[in-house]
């Protein structure tokens, strides 16, 4: 479970660090105050994507540190035997994972004090916590999420991963047969061709996916810099430098108005607004310094960063569209220059490994493709189950298991061999995932009639019937509740409720019927937007989770029968 999360300078964080219970989590706040920067930070630690936009400004890096402890049963000795391949066990069973993001863009990735490839610590995150973010409800309408949620549930994706490895294999295959079969002529050409695109990717020297965005983002900031810096010292001297400042007159008109309401207390308001109009041009000055002192108007380094720019818009014009590609179109000349260079001899031997990998593929994908549709009509049942107690009575959910008619398929039925079907690097099937709101309905893809709320409660319904049959160690819910309330909102916290008592539970929430639950063991965390300290965490003791749920109750104004209410939610759901 996830015992601790540290974070430092990290978007509106100064520095904070949260303490998690071992089953249900809660944390609230105002909008705005930063309770899904926590969410953002811990998806950090666990591999995902670093841009420096998330150093929080001012600062140079940005620091968020995870601390686990490893579980028993067999998927913490699973975990415990990954992190022992590569040297990074530790006997007491703790498990940390560390991100760090430099303002220059660099980035570093620990585990247990020893640096690994982001790619080890995405890996290892995936095996402890599953994320259910605002972002998943995007997800999920892209079809190929929808196999691999059938896939998780069935048990099948081991089995997945060993078919793409081989029909990669087989792709290889391919390219050096294509190879091979070349006339003496076409040979040269091609080995020309591809001399150039391998010497023209390589000398390109690619890095990160995201190197281009950051450059056009630093070639627009280095040609303006001059026209930024002088506003920026304009912009200083009329808020706060000249005779007649804003700040200066902001000065005289609170120390009237603070005179003027201790004659008349109906000031008092309006003295507040004032003096927190001061603090914001305070934060506003110290922030425009502070960029100021990053922004540098230097015409070697623009020269140098517009001349890269050019040359991997080159390259991704040529090989893209993305740098991922170009890396794999770099990859396919490489091999299929090396398979040129094959003498003729080669050539049958080639036949045979790709004939035996077809018979493999062929057995694998029948096997996979009917585990699917037995597990499809298996998750129908659970999920539509699920539904019900969510509130979604009538929803019917149906999983579209087809395949695809390709002439040059290598797959076919004994019954109808005249049929062939495509093979993907994940097999047969095309899966999607069909929805009917009530039994006169007709099935519709999920994509294109969900609403807001319930695509909350079938993302919980999914994750529920998932997590039953493939258990994590720590699940995440960023606004699970959206779009529902009342006795559906309370059918949600039942929800998450039962799922904390097999697992860690971290949800975040605007709902007080989720707010107010409280079986053993309970943390409510709360974060809070402090002026000078930024977003920070408090851990609250029972008459504070009082007056949070009477809060989110009642608003900023809470009354006496918002705290009676909120009381009785706490008393109700305790146990």
Not at 38 to 66: F, P, Y
Not at 110 to 131: C, H, S, T, W
């Amino acid at each position: 479970m996830l015992e601790e999360l540290y974070i430092k300078d990290f978007a509106l964080i100064r520095e904070t660090r949260v303490a998690l219970g071992p089953s249900l989590n809660i944390l609230t706040g105002e909008t705005g105050a930063g309770k899904s920067i926590i969410l953002g930070a811990l998806g950090l630690a666990l591999g995902g994507k670093a841009t420096t936009d998330m150093i929080r400004s001012g600062a140079n890096r940005s620091v968020v540190e995870a601390v686990f402890r490893l579980p028993r049963g067999d998927k913490g000795a699973m975990l415990a035997e990954k992190l022992r391949e590569h040297g990074l066990d530790d006997e007491e069973g703790n498990l940390i994972l560390k991100r760090e993001i430099t303002i220059e863009g660099k980035g570093r990735s620990f585990i247990n004090a020893q640096q690994v490839p982001v790619a080890l610590l995405k890996e290892v995150g995936r095996m402890l916590v599953d994320i259910h973010g605002q972002n998943e409800h995007q997800n999920i309408l892209h079809i190929e999420t929808h196999r691999q949620i059938l896939d998780r549930y069935a048990g099948l994706r081991p089995r997945v991963r060993d078919f793409a490895k081989l029909f990669a294999r087989r792709e290889e295959l391919l390219e050096k047969l294509k190879s091979v079969t070349l006339n003496e002529d076409e040979k040269n050409r091609r080995i020309e061709i591809l001399s150039h695109e391998i010497l023209e990717i390589e000398k390109a020297d690619l890095r990160e996916n995201r190197e281009l965005d950051e450059l056009i983002a630093e070639e627009k900031a280095l040609s303006h810099a001059e026209s930024i810096l002088r506003d920026i010292d304009e912009c200083s001297r009329l808020i706060s430098e000249d005779e007649q400042s804003v700040m200066k007159a902001l000065s005289w008109v609170e120390r009237t108005l603070d005179h003027d309401a201790q004659l008349d207390e109906r000031l008092n308001s309006p003295l507040n607004q004032v003096r927190e109009a001061r603090y914001l041009l305070e934060d506003a000055i110290r922030d425009l310094r502070g960029a100021a002192d990053k922004i540098q108007a230097d015409p070697e380094r623009l020269a140098i960063v517009r001349e890269r720019i050019d040359l991997l818009q080159t390259i991704l014009k040529k090989y893209g569209p993305s740098i991922e590609d170009a890396r794999k179109r770099l990859e396919k000349s490489r091999r299929e220059l090396s398979g040129i260079e094959l003498s003729s001899d080669e050539e049958a031997k080639i036949r045979k490994d790709i004939a035996d990998i077809d018979a493999k593929l062929i057995a694998s994908a029948g096997e996979i493709s009917m585990a699917r549709r037995e597990a499809a009509k298996r998750l129908e049942a659970a999920v539509e189950q699920e539904l019900k107690f969510l509130g979604m009575e009538d929803t019917r959910i149906r999983i579209s298991v087809k395949w695809e008619l390709d002439p040059n398929g290598i797959f076919f039925l004994e019954a109808e061999p005249e049929k062939k079907y495509a093979i993907h690097p994940h097999g047969l099937d095309q899966i999607e995932l069909l929805l009917a709101a009530s039994s006169n309905d007709t099935l519709r893809p999920l994509r294109k009639i969900a609403s807001g709320g319930e695509m909350s409660r079938i993302m919980l319904a999914l994750k529920k019937v998932i997590i039953d049959s493939d258990p994590v160690f720590t699940m995440v819910f960023d606004e699970v509740d959206a779009g529902v309330g009342g006795r559906i909102a309370e059918a949600v916290g039942e929800r998450l409720a039962e799922l904390s008592r097999n697992a860690q539970v971290l949800v975040i929430t605007h709902l007080h019927q989720i707010a107010g639950l409280s079986p053993n063991d309970t943390v409510h965390l709360k974060v809070v937007k402090d002026r000078d300290e930024g977003s920070r965490i408090y851990r609250l003791n029972r008459e504070e989770r009082i007056e949070e749920v009477a809060r989110m109750i009642a608003g900023s104004e809470i009354t006496e029968s918002a705290v009676t209410h909120a009381r009785n939610i706490l008393a109700a759901n305790a146990g």
